[in-house]
């Protein structure tokens, strides 16, 4: 069956169904249910790939004629991983994002929809002194429901990257206030990077600077929903905190760019100090209490049996 053929089934003029029915075949073609054939007398025509191709076809012609949508939940921002519910997959932004993942994945130069430019801070501690494993600071994002390095969009008011930093450093790290004679920030480079939002779904294009932090300060205070993570975990795709993924991609390619890549980066941090028996007893009391209990419990039921 040809294009004007269609149309004309349809109720439209021949004029109509040459400029209509061309736009509809190419929408549905997206969903792959569509090929292009040619008819005996080499006229091209348009046919559905399989019964099941045709049901489908069928069911959204039903929504349309209902009134019905077949997405919903458009305001809510937000993606997640799967396996998902009817629900989840039904919802605008992650149905989206599916389709844009699935979009890279054929063509991964696709372009992006949309450009955002993104500020990233690296804090490097370790949990005790000299010797211990590197840890990196995470902060958890509740609508990419994933972890990430401390930071985040840069915003008209800001005068520069930098800026944008010690914003987001003030916002996300409780009580921390931006000192120039004790915090130094160091750009450590911009990666160029494209993946879908996990907040809206599009494909989207990141310009990412990073920074690292260094300060003097022996208290740095994460603010809720903040991990340290060691360094062997921040770089695996398969790592998870709970359920959520790590938000690392870009991060990655600023290893690959860095002499000795991270391992090679100063603290962020100076030592924690050694802390003496009777600060440990004055910040934790009643675990010290607890302790020391149990300790002479333990020697009392020892004690029949040397006697």
Same mark, same amino acid.
């Given at each position: 069956?040809?294009?004007?053929?269609?149309?004309?089934?349809?109720?439209?003029?021949?004029?109509?169904?040459?400029?209509?029915?061309?736009?509809?075949?190419?929408?549905?073609?997206?969903?792959?249910?569509?090929?292009?054939?040619?008819?005996?007398?080499?006229?091209?025509?348009?046919?559905?790939?399989?019964?099941?191709?045709?049901?489908?076809?069928?069911?959204?012609?039903?929504?349309?004629?209902?009134?019905?949508?077949?997405?919903?939940?458009?305001?809510?921002?937000?993606?997640?991983?799967?396996?998902?519910?009817?629900?989840?997959?039904?919802?605008?932004?992650?149905?989206?994002?599916?389709?844009?993942?699935?979009?890279?994945?054929?063509?991964?130069?696709?372009?992006?929809?949309?450009?955002?430019?993104?500020?990233?801070?690296?804090?490097?501690?370790?949990?005790?002194?000299?010797?211990?494993?590197?840890?990196?600071?995470?902060?958890?994002?509740?609508?990419?429901?994933?972890?990430?390095?401390?930071?985040?969009?840069?915003?008209?008011?800001?005068?520069?990257?930098?800026?944008?930093?010690?914003?987001? @450093?003030?916002?996300? *790290?409780? /009580?921390?206030?931006?000192?120039?004679?004790?915090?130094? &920030?160091?750009? $450590? +480079?911009? #990666?160029?990077?494209?993946?879908?939002?996990?907040?809206?779904?599009?494909?989207?294009?990141?310009?990412?600077?990073?920074?690292?932090?260094?300060?003097?300060?022996?208290?740095?205070?994460?603010g809720p929903g903040a991990?340290?993570v060691d360094e062997g975990?921040?770089?695996?795709?398969?790592?998870?905190?709970?359920?959520?993924?790590?938000?690392?991609?870009?991060?990655?390619?600023?290893?690959?760019? @860095?002499?000795?890549? *991270?391992? /090679?980066?100063?603290?962020?941090?100076?030592?924690?100090? &050694?802390?003496? $028996? +009777?600060? #440990?007893?004055?910040?934790?009391?009643?675990?010290?209490?607890?302790?020391?209990?149990?300790?002479?419990?333990?020697?009392?039921?020892?004690?029949?049996?040397?006697?």
């Amino acid at each position: 069956m040809t294009v004007e053929d269609l149309g004309l089934l349809a109720g439209l003029t021949s004029t109509e169904a040459g400029t209509s029915v061309p736009v509809v075949l190419a929408l549905a073609g997206a969903f792959g249910v569509l090929r292009e054939e040619s008819m005996p007398d080499g006229a091209a025509a348009t046919v559905v790939i399989s019964p099941q191709a045709a049901y489908f076809l069928r069911c959204l012609a039903a929504y349309v004629r209902s009134g019905h949508t077949v997405l919903d939940n458009w305001e809510r921002a937000g993606t997640g991983t799967g396996p998902f519910t009817a629900g989840q997959v039904l919802a605008g932004p992650q149905f989206l994002h599916l389709a844009e993942t699935h979009r890279l994945a054929l063509d991964p130069a696709a372009p992006p929809l949309r450009q955002v430019d993104v500020v990233q801070v690296l804090v490097k501690s370790r949990l005790r002194r000299r010797g211990s494993r590197a840890r990196y600071l995470l902060q958890y994002d509740e609508r990419a429901r994933q972890y990430q390095l401390p930071g985040g969009h840069a915003r008209a008011s800001d005068t520069d990257a930098q800026a944008t930093a010690v914003r987001e @450093l003030e916002e996300e *790290l409780d /009580g921390y206030a931006h000192r120039s004679d004790r915090d130094v &920030l160091t750009e $450590l +480079g911009v #990666v160029e990077a494209v993946q879908p939002s996990r907040t809206h779904g599009a494909l989207t294009g990141y310009r990412m600077t990073f920074f690292l932090l260094k300060t003097d300060t022996d208290r740095l205070r994460p603010g809720p929903g903040a991990r340290w993570v060691d360094e062997g975990d921040l770089l695996d795709p398969d790592f998870r905190i709970g359920r959520a993924s790590l938000n690392v991609t870009a991060l990655s390619r600023l290893e690959a760019m @860095l002499p000795g890549g *991270l391992r /090679g980066l100063p603290w962020s941090l100076p030592d924690p100090p &050694l802390r003496g $028996l +009777g600060a #440990v007893i004055n910040d934790h009391p009643w675990e010290v209490a607890g302790l020391v209990i149990g300790v002479v419990g333990l020697v009392a039921s020892l004690v029949p049996f040397f006697l």
